[in-house]
């Protein structure tokens, strides 16, 4: 099983436990593009053609549906 496909189902398996950097991790390498935060923002923006996700930077992440 490859490494994105780990991550991905142990996030499914435990969605408050995500950190930050296991999901930047995981959409890097899905091939989004990172868009860092102007003006104080803690939300980072990634991007891959027409699809944008808004992820805020805090720990832990909010519990969420990551289907």
Same mark, same amino acid.
């Given at each position: 099983?490859?490494r994105?496909?780990? =991550?991905?189902?142990?996030?499914?398996?435990?969605? #408050? @436990?995500?950190?930050?950097?296991?999901?930047?991790a995981?959409?890097?390498?899905?091939?989004?593009?990172?868009?860092?935060p102007s =003006?104080?923002?803690?939300h980072?923006?990634?991007? #891959? @053609?027409?699809l944008?996700?808004?992820?805020?930077?805090?720990r832990?992440?909010?519990?969420?549906?990551?289907?």
């Amino acid at each position: 099983m490859s490494r994105l496909r780990k =991550g991905y189902e142990k996030a499914r398996r435990n969605r #408050k @436990g995500v950190r930050y950097e296991d999901l930047d991790a995981m959409l890097k390498s899905a091939g989004f593009e990172v868009r860092q935060p102007s =003006g104080g923002s803690s939300h980072y923006f990634y991007k #891959k @053609g027409a699809l944008t996700i808004t992820i805020p930077k805090q720990r832990p992440l909010p519990g969420g549906n990551l289907c």
